[in-house]
């Protein structure tokens, strides 16, 4: 069993930065690739970032540019961290880990992220 831990949404101005976390317990030996999505009401989920255990990074094309993600193995946790955010950014961000053939293992429960002014 895996369990994932997500903290840092919340409320943000637009241009405001926010910085998401997400730790991962438990069985997570052959977890690879950790990285978010995201959700809005009434769209389809969407890749935010991902990164692999060696540190490769693979960002979605509406925010490339504007996140960094990165990753602590020793804690087992990723980062995203998001600048210049504007209100098409409002979601839920969920923190998914896949295996080493890119099949997802867990998904987290969902932080909410608001841009709004």
């Known amino acids: 069993q895996v369990q994932l831990v997500e903290s840092g949404g919340g409320l943000v101005q637009p241009g405001g930065s926010l910085r998401l976390s997400c730790a991962a317990s438990?069985?997570?030996?052959?977890?690879?690739?950790m990285g978010w999505y995201r959700q809005a009401p009434g769209k389809q989920r969407e890749l935010v970032a991902l990164?692999?255990?060696?540190?490769?990074?693979n960002y979605g094309d509406s925010v490339k540019g504007r996140v960094t993600i990165s990753r602590d193995n020793d804690k087992d946790t990723v980062y995203l961290q998001m600048n210049m955010l504007k209100p098409e950014d409002t979601a839920s961000y969920y923190c998914?880990?896949?295996?080493?053939?890119?099949?997802?293992?867990?998904w987290g429960k969902g932080t909410l992220v608001t841009v709004s002014s």
């Open positions: 998914n880990i896949k295996n080493v053939y890119g099949v997802t293992m867990k």
């Open positions: 438990g069985t997570i030996a052959s977890v690879d690739t």
């Open positions: 990164i692999t255990r060696d540190g490769v990074p």
